[in-house]
């Protein structure tokens, strides 16, 4: 992708993640650090239209992502965010204070990762088919579930989480984060969410899960870094499980 496009992605992108309003060329062309009129910026959004990166979701809207577009983002233009002081602490402490307990652990590590992304938490062993959730409230505050069939969505994807365990356990990879936008989701009826999924094992040998399910326009370089982060607290010989479902 030319670099002028990219730039246009990445700032539609960065705005609907704050606003989850539909952006327009003329709030793009305020953000570009060199002047670029707005005709210009049109003829882009519509070449990226055409491409499948962005949508109009009515009339004399601006644009908004698709699921193309979050994908490169993810892949291409997403730079990593540290995780500040404070949010280490606050893992770190809740972390070793339940180390030597598994269950509570990653029932724990869950709400933690919950109030730090302000979405949905799942979490559970998967030898044990254990699955707890926190922050359901916090989802259903923003926009995209104001509408009663994504309501029943999120309900219907808690309903059967316990069978989903195996599935997301297979998806899994140690050694890498997985991130499933949209349609990509290996969890039943969960189109209109993303998930950010990693493994790894307690001592004993069992499996875990932990996800967070937020809007597709959730931020998932902060979310990355909190799987990350985790990921390295637990690295020494401790086996937890993540994956972060985004709506």
């Known amino acids: 992708m030319e670099i002028r496009k990219e730039l246009i992605l990445g700032i539609i992108i960065k705005k609907y993640i704050d606003t989850a309003k539909p952006v327009s060329s003329l709030e793009i062309s305020e953000d570009f650090k060199v002047k670029v009129s707005t005709a210009t910026i049109r003829n882009e959004m519509k070449e990226l239209e055409d491409c499948g990166y962005i949508f109009q979701p009515y009339t004399s809207a601006g644009r908004v992502p698709t699921d193309k577009g979050y994908r490169y983002f993810v892949d291409i233009l997403m730079r990593e965010r540290e995780l500040n002081s404070n949010e280490q602490k606050a893992l770190q402490t809740e972390l070793f204070k339940m180390r030597a307990q598994h269950n509570r652990m990653a029932k724990s590590m869950a709400k933690m990762i919950s109030l730090m992304s302000n979405n949905l938490a799942l979490s559970g062993v998967v030898d044990s088919e254990s699955v707890w959730d ?13 509408e009663a069939d994504k309501v029943c969505q999120v309900a219907e994807l808690l309903e059967y989480i316990d069978e989903n365990i195996e599935r997301l356990s297979e998806q899994a990879r140690e050694n890498k984060i997985e991130v499933f936008i949209g349609k990509e989701n290996p969890l039943v009826n969960a189109e209109s969410c993303s998930m950010i999924l990693s493994g790894i094992q307690f001592p004993s040998g069992e499996k875990g899960i932990i996800a967070v399910v937020g809007p597709k326009r959730m931020r998932y370089s902060k979310n990355i870094s909190l799987i990350k982060y985790v ?3 637990l690295g ?3 086996v937890l499980f993540f994956a972060i479902i985004i709506f």
């Open 134 to 146: 926190f922050g359901m409230s916090e989802l259903l505050k923003n926009p995209e579930f104001k």
């Open 231 to 233: 990921k390295k607290l």
């Open 236 to 238: 020494s010989g401790f």
